[in-house]
C-alpha cells in the first residue's frame, strides 16, 4: 500500500526523534512495517510518502525506483528514510537501493532510520547496536499535535476503519432511499437542473452551519449522485483550497450513513477533500472505498492517478458551478 502527499509547512526537527515524532501526525496514523521519505530543506514541491515493505527483492527494486522517481519529479534533492521494521538486513537493502537511484540524478539520502516502535537505528552507522530508546508519547512535537487538534490513529487500518458504516445512520438513511428514487424516476433535463441547484445549495448550507445532514437529505443527495454524475459534479463544485477541511468532515459522515450501493460518490468527494487538505492517506483510504463500491468509478480513478504521483493540491484549480454542463443551454 502506498501513501503519497504534498508536505506540510517548514517543520524544525533536530534529529532523528524528531522525524519519527513527525510522521504520525503526517500520516494520520503510526506506521508500521513500512518505509516512509520525507523530504528535507528547500523543493520545488515538499511531499512525504508512506509504502509498505516489500516480500521479496523484485519489490524492493521496484519500490526505491518509485521513491526515487517520486523525488525526482519533485525536486526534493535532500530527504530521510525511516523504515518501520524488525529487519536489520531489509532496512540495509532498502536504503543502500533508495540512495543508489537518488545519486543518479543528485538526489541524497541525509538521514536514515530503522525503528521498530521502542528503538532506533542509524542506518549504515551503528545499525548494529543497542539503537537508542524513543517514546513519541511524551515527544514535545507529540504533544503539540494534540494541543492542534490532531488525531493521531494506531494504524492504517484503524483509519481505513474509522470510514466504515455507520449502522444505525445507514438504516436511517437506507429506509428513505426508496422514496427518494420513486420521486426521481424518470426524471426530466429541466428537473435535473433544478435538483442539481438544490445539491449546491444544500452543500453551501451544510458547509456554513456545520450542522450534521438529516437523513432524507442524505438520502435525496446520494440518490442524486448515483442518477447523474453532473449532478454529483454540482456538489464537487463547491470545493475549494479554503473549504476543503469542512468537505472532509461533511462528507465522511455522509459516507459513514450511505448504503453500500451509494458510497462511491461521496467516498470520492471525501478522498479529493482530504487530498485537498494534504491528507493524503485518508484521501487514499477514502478511494479505495470508493473504488470498492464502484471500481470503473471516474473520479476515483482521476484521484488514484493524482495521489500515485504525489501530484501536490495547489496543481489544482477550482471551477465553480459556471460551466457545470448541467447548466448550460
Same mark, same amino acid.
Request: aromatic share 2%; glycine share 2%.
Given at each position: 500500500m502506498t501513501d503519497t502527499q504534498p508536505? %506540510?509547512?517548514?517543520?524544525?526537527a533536530s534529529g532523528p526523534t524528531d522525524l519519527l515524532a513527525l510522521v504520525p501526525g503526517f500520516l494520520g496514523f503510526h506506521p508500521t512495517d513500512s518505509v516512509v521519505l520525507l523530504t528535507l530543506g528547500d523543493a520545488p514541491t515538499p511531499f512525504h510518502a508512506r509504502v509498505d515493505l516489500p516480500a521479496d527483492p523484485v519489490a524492493l527494486e521496484e519500490l526505491t525506483d518509485y521513491l526515487a522517481r517520486v523525488a525526482e519529479r519533485h525536486g526534493a534533492r535532500t530527504l530521510a528514510a525511516l523504515v518501520y521494521t524488525g529487519d536489520a538486513d531489509l532496512a540495509e537493502d532498502l536504503v543502500d537501493d533508495l540512495a543508489a537511484r537518488l545519486e543518479e540524478w543528485g538526489g541524497d539520502v541525509l538521514c536514515a532510520v530503522r525503528a521498530d516502535g521502542e528503538r532506533w537505528w542509524a542506518l549504515g552507522r551503528d545499525g548494529g547496536g543497542p539503537g537508542t530508546p524513543y517514546d513519541l508519547s511524551l515527544h514535545p512535537l507529540t504533544v503539540q499535535a494534540v494541543v492542534d487538534g490532531t488525531v493521531v490513529l494506531g494504524s492504517r487500518r484503524e483509519l481505513a476503519d474509522s470510514l466504515g458504516a455507520d449502522p444505525a445512520g445507514t438504516a436511517e438513511v437506507e429506509a428513505r432511499v *426508496?422514496?427518494?428514487?420513486?420521486? @426521481?424516476a424518470g426524471v426530466t433535463r429541466d428537473r435535473l437542473v433544478v435538483e442539481g441547484r438544490w445539491v449546491g445549495r444544500r452543500v453551501r448550507r451544510a458547509l456554513a452551519d456545520r450542522l450534521r445532514l438529516d437523513a432524507d437529505d /442524505? *438520502?435525496?443527495? @446520494? /440518490? @442524486?449522485?448515483?442518477?447523474? /454524475?453532473e449532478v454529483?459534479? /454540482?456538489?464537487? *463544485?463547491?470545493m475549494t483550497h479554503g473549504n476543503a477541511g469542512a468537505h472532509v468532515d461533511l462528507w465522511r459522515d455522509v459516507v459513514r450513513r450511505a448504503p453500500e450501493g451509494l458510497r462511491a460518490d461521496p467516498a470520492a468527494l471525501l478522498a479529493f477533500a482530504a487530498w485537498l487538505t494534504g491528507h493524503g492517506a485518508l484521501a487514499w483510504c477514502a478511494v479505495e472505498l470508493a473504488q470498492r463500491?464502484? %471500481?470503473d468509478h471516474g473520479l476515483a480513478a482521476l484521484l488514484t492517478t493524482a495521489l500515485a504521483a504525489a501530484v501536490p493540491p495547489t496543481a489544482w484549480q477550482p471551477f465553480g458551478t459556471e460551466g457545470l454542463s448541467l447548466f448550460l443551454p
Open positions: 508536505g %506540510p509547512a517548514a517543520v524544525h *426508496a422514496a427518494a428514487s420513486d420521486r @426521481l /442524505v *438520502a435525496r443527495l @446520494l /440518490v @442524486l449522485m448515483r442518477t447523474s /454524475v454529483r459534479d /454540482v456538489a464537487w *463544485a463547491e463500491s464502484d %471500481p
